[in-house]
C-alpha cells in the first residue's frame, strides 16, 4: 500500500462545490489505478469512484453520478474529486487510496479495496446550511 495525503474538504452549503486532492510523494500516483473512499459518522467506509491509470477509466457509485468528477494531473502527481450539487448526505470524512499495484479500477476492485489496511487521514467534508 501506498500512503497518500488528502486535502481539499471543508464545509459547504447544499448545492455548493469542492475540489477534494490526492497526493503521493515519492510515489508515481499514473501508473495505477487510484480510488476514492468515504466514511459518514456511525457508518462504514464506502466507495465513491476510481479512476485507472492508462486509458483514465473511471467509475462512480450511483449516488454520485453526474455530480462528482475524477480526474488526474500526471504532472502535478494529483488525483482529484470534483463535488459538485452537494447534498448533506455527502457528508464524510474522504479518503483515496491504491493498492500500487492494480492499474486498472471498477466496482469489484474498489470493494476489496474497503479492506485495505492503511489509510491516510482523509480530510472532512460537511454539507449543511
Known amino acids: 500500500q501506498v500512503p497518500l495525503v488528502e486535502s481539499g474538504g471543508g464545509l459547504v452549503q447544499p448545492g455548493g462545490s469542492l475540489r477534494l486532492s490526492c497526493a503521493a510523494s515519492?510515489?508515481?500516483?499514473?501508473?495505477?489505478?487510484i480510488g476514492w473512499f468515504r466514511q459518514a459518522p456511525g457508518k462504514e467506509r464506502e466507495e465513491v469512484s476510481c479512476i485507472s491509470a492508462r486509458d483514465g477509466t473511471t467509475y462512480y457509485v450511483d449516488s454520485v453520478k453526474g455530480r462528482f468528477t475524477i480526474s488526474r494531473d500526471n504532472a502535478k502527481n494529483t488525483v482529484y474529486l470534483q463535488m459538485s450539487s452537494l447534498k448533506p448526505e455527502d457528508t464524510a470524512i474522504y479518503y483515496c487510496?491504491?493498492?500500487?499495484?492494480?492499474?486498472?479500477?471498477?466496482?469489484?476492485?474498489?470493494?476489496?479495496?474497503?479492506?485495505?489496511?492503511?489509510w491516510g487521514q482523509g480530510t472532512q467534508v460537511t454539507v449543511s446550511s
Open positions: 487510496a491504491t493498492d500500487g499495484i492494480s492499474g486498472f479500477c471498477d466496482a469489484t476492485l474498489l470493494r476489496r479495496w474497503r479492506t485495505l489496511q492503511s
Open positions: 515519492g510515489f508515481i500516483l499514473d501508473y495505477y489505478a
